[in-house]
């Protein structure tokens, strides 16, 4: 029986796997692990917070992209009715109640006779 087992050593064949999984499953193995253990679940909740970081930025940046193209439209608003408002016709229509009337002759340009 013994010249058996030194012919599996020697041949180089697993002898009982079962004898294995004890050693690594008793209590001193354990207490080892337990830093390990606690990195795994450090990495796990960096790994899920990450994650959650990750949607709430994505959302932040889709609100700001839609604000910024909301006041994209709003300018472009504003600047047509500038335009328009500030056209000559335009100008002459909102200062007529106030009597206003366009310039009909040239202006005339004063100079000062001290300068020269």
């Known amino acids: 029986m013994a010249e058996e087992t030194n012919d599996i050593q020697q041949q180089g064949l697993p002898e009982q796997t079962s004898g294995n999984w004890k050693r690594l499953l008793n209590y001193q193995s ?3 692990q337990i830093p390990f253990f606690l990195f795994l679940t450090l990495l796990a909740v960096l790994y ?3 994650g959650h970081y990750a949607d709430k930025t994505i959302r932040s940046i889709t609100k700001t992209t839609k604000e910024v193209k909301e006041l994209q439209y709003e300018y472009k608003t504003v600047k047509s009715e500038v335009m328009f408002r500030s056209q000559q016709s335009q100008l002459a229509k909102a200062v007529a ?3 206003l009337k366009e310039l009909t002759e040239t ?6 006779s001290l300068a020269n």
């Open 48 to 50: 899920i917070y990450n």
């Open 30 to 32: 354990i207490v080892k």
């Open 107 to 112: 202006p005339v340009v004063l100079k000062d």
């Open 97 to 99: 109640p106030l009597g």
